[in-house]
């Protein structure tokens, strides 16, 4: 289940960021990347984040960036009357299955700016990720067999072939062993 931040409109920071950050909250004429480093942190969340692989931004109920996570940074642990605060370390998504399943979907409208989304593969039939056209279901990114034909698709108009391929590899990294 994909973490959701809820944006609020841009608004100036009111006290110092750790993180350095001087506003917050969606800005429709910036950047995707820019929005998601002025928003990636600091939430609470909860221990389940640290599991997620992905994690969207919604304003005014929809989804506007979905993100990879690669990390969750923890802020805080000074303190420990006050609950650390985390940010997401990851990168912007601009196209494949996942970002065509989340970006543009309604969320909830509860009022915690964090919540949980359905996966994914829970969202219901996606385009093949092989570009095929088909439509998946469940939870699979591919039709049955359409991954190994993208794979000998992209090896032969790259190397003629699974031979040609396994040449160059075996020139490329074993020649020093």
């Excluded at 609020?8 to 950047?31: A, I, K, N, T």
């Excluded at 996942?98 to 996606?126: C, M």
């Amino acid at each position: 289940m994909p973490v959701n931040i809820k944006l609020s409109d841009r608004q100036p920071m009111q006290q110092e960021d750790p993180m350095g950050r001087d506003w917050y909250g969606w800005d429709d004429d910036l950047d995707l990347d820019e929005v998601f480093d002025q928003n990636r942190g600091l939430w609470r969340l909860s221990s389940r984040a640290t599991n997620e692989h992905v994690a969207t931004f919604s304003h005014n109920g929809i989804i506007k960036i979905v993100a990879e996570i690669d990390e969750i940074e923890v802020y805080g642990f000074t303190d420990p009357a006050k609950p650390p605060k985390s940010a997401i370390i990851g990168r912007v998504l601009r196209s494949g299955p996942i970002w065509q399943a989340l970006i543009g979907a309604e969320v909830d409208s509860h009022r915690n700016p964090v919540t949980y989304i359905p996966d994914p593969g829970q969202v219901g039939p996606r385009p093949c990720a092989c570009g095929c056209g088909g439509r998946t279901t469940g939870r699979s990114q591919w039709i049955s067999g359409h991954d190994q034909r993208a794979i000998h698709e992209r090896i032969t108009e790259q190397w003629g072939g699974t031979l040609g391929f396994v040449r160059w590899y075996d020139e490329k990294y074993r020649s020093g062993s």
